[in-house]
């Protein structure tokens, strides 16, 4: 087992902590291929595609070679729409971690480090929507660290800090291609109350979802 320790975010670790959120984010782009691959009209285009030619040219190898062809164009559409989704994080609230995160009031941002360097990073901000709530937001582990708890110790970070705040509940957001950040929030005690299909095109064209948790804080007393 790696030691590890959680502290406070400092200057010097910005380009890292954008380096993992950015990285952590584009590890996703397999599974968001499989996701649309099992999408009805997708299966649909491609099958239509390959019959048509077939019939058309009565040669097997020019639809094979078309629907290869579409599916590295869509995989090339598919990666420029998730950088682009990337980009508009990093120019959001990680452009500047400090203000946003260290200045604001019942706000927050941490990093956790093992041998030596950051490997884990996790934001929380008050909600826009409930001012009794804090959102999690950013969290995103180093994958040859994961698996040792510290993105479950990073979300009891957010946990204690929103108790000893007086916010009654932390939410965060997870998309459809995240399945094992559901699991980990799930087991520490996360519960999913609402979920809606992205309201883009690009959203409604993948039938991408995301889904809210919520973690609620006991009152005392």
Sequence with gaps: MVPFHIREYRDEDYETARDLFATGMSEYMPTLCVHMLKQPWVILALACTFCLLLTSSKSLLLPILAVTLLLALGRQVLGYVWSRYIDHCLQEDLLDIQETYMLG?????????????????????????????????????????????????????????????????????????????????????????????????????????VFKHRYDIPCVG
């Design 105 to 209: 009031k019942g706000s927050h941002f941490w990093v956790a480090e093992a041998d030596e360097r950051v490997v884990a990073t996790v934001g929380a901000r008050p909600s826009d929507e409930c001012q009794e709530e804090l959102m999690l937001k950013r969290m995103s582990v180093r994958k040859d660290y994961r698996g040792l708890g510290i993105a479950k110790a990073l979300c009891k970070t957010v946990i204690s800090f929103a108790r000893e705040h007086g916010y009654r509940s932390v939410v965060l957001n997870t998309l459809t291609v995240q399945h094992e950040a559901r699991t980990l929030y799930n087991s520490i005690g996360f519960h999913v109350y609402r979920h809606y299909i992205l309201p883009t095109l690009y959203g409604r064209l993948a039938n991408f979802t």
